[in-house]
C-alpha cells in the first residue's frame, strides 16, 4: 500500500500569510495526487486535481505543485473563508489512500 | 449539474445493519464507478473500495472485508453500502465518490450505539 504522510498536522497562520501544506507519498505515483478541504459537517471540497490543476470555480489562491514524491498545496494571502482541514488524496493505485489532515486557524 | 445525494442520517444498536443510499443525477450512472469512504469521529477519511456501475462488481479494501457489501440499483442511478452485524467502531460518517473523487455525497452519519 502507498503510506501518504501529510504535515503538518495543525497550522496556526494569521490573515494574509502564505500558508503551505505538504504530502509525501511512499513510492512515486507521478501526479495522481489530489488536494481537498473540508469544513465541519461537509463533504470533502476538491481544490486541486493531478497535483497542479486548479479545480472550476475554486480561488486562485490555491496551487499545487509536486516534486517526486512529494506534493505541496499553496495559499496565498489566507482569508477567513479558508479555515478549514485540508487533506490530500492519492488514486494512483488501490488502496487508495489519505493524508491524515491539517488543520489550519487563524493565528 | 453533477449531484450526489445520500440517504439520512441512521442510529443503530450493536448487531443490528444498516443500508445507505447515495442517488447520482446530472451524468450516465454507468459511466462511473462509485467509491466509499469512511470517516469516523474527529479522524481521517479512509477509503473503502468501490463498484463497477456497469459490471456490478465492488473491490474492498482489506479492513472492509466480510461485514460490508455495495450494490446498486442501476435503474434508480442509486450505489447502496450495507453494513452488517454493526459495531461500535462503525460509528462514522460514510461518503460516496464519483470516480476520480470530484464529486461527493453530502455524508451519511452512522451511529452505533447500545
Known amino acids: 500500500d502507498i503510506q501518504v504522510t501529510q504535515s503538518p498536522s495543525s497550522l496556526l497562520a494569521s490573515l494574509g500569510e502564505r500558508v503551505t501544506i505538504t504530502c509525501q507519498t511512499s513510492?512515486?505515483?507521478?501526479?495522481?495526487l489530489n488536494w481537498y478541504q473540508q469544513k465541519p459537517g461537509q463533504a470533502p471540497m476538491l481544490l486541486i486535481y493531478?497535483?497542479?490543476s486548479l479545480q472550476t470555480g475554486m480561488t486562485s489562491r490555491f496551487s499545487g505543485q509536486y516534486s517526486g514524491r512529494s506534493f505541496t498545496l499553496t495559499i496565498t494571502s489566507l482569508e477567513p473563508e479558508d479555515i478549514a482541514n485540508y487533506f490530500c488524496?492519492?488514486?494512483?493505485?488501490?488502496?487508495?489512500?489519505f493524508g491524515s489532515g491539517t488543520k489550519l486557524e487563524i493565528k | 449539474q453533477i449531484q450526489l445525494v445520500q440517504s439520512g442520517p441512521e442510529l443503530k444498536k450493536p448487531g443490528e445493519s444498516v443500508k445507505i443510499s447515495c442517488k447520482a443525477s446530472?451524468?450516465?450512472?454507468?459511466?462511473?464507478?462509485m467509491h466509499w469512504v469512511k470517516q469516523a469521529p474527529g479522524k481521517g477519511l479512509k477509503w473503502m473500495g468501490w463498484?463497477?456501475?456497469?459490471?456490478?462488481?465492488?473491490t474492498y479494501a482489506d479492513d472492509f472485508k466480510g461485514r460490508f457489501v455495495f450494490s446498486l440499483e442501476a435503474s434508480a442511478s442509486t450505489a447502496n453500502l450495507q453494513i452488517s452485524n454493526l459495531k461500535n467502531e462503525d460509528t462514522a460518517t460514510y461518503f460516496c465518490?464519483?470516480?476520480?473523487?470530484?464529486?461527493w455525497g453530502q455524508g451519511t452519519l452512522v451511529t452505533v450505539s447500545s
Open positions: 465518490s464519483r470516480s476520480g473523487f470530484a464529486y
Open positions: 446530472g451524468y450516465t450512472f454507468t459511466d462511473y464507478a
Open positions: 463498484i463497477n456501475t456497469y459490471t456490478g462488481k465492488p
Open positions: 513510492q512515486s505515483i507521478s501526479n495522481n
Open positions: 493531478y497535483a497542479t
Open positions: 488524496l492519492q488514486h494512483y493505485s488501490a488502496p487508495f489512500t
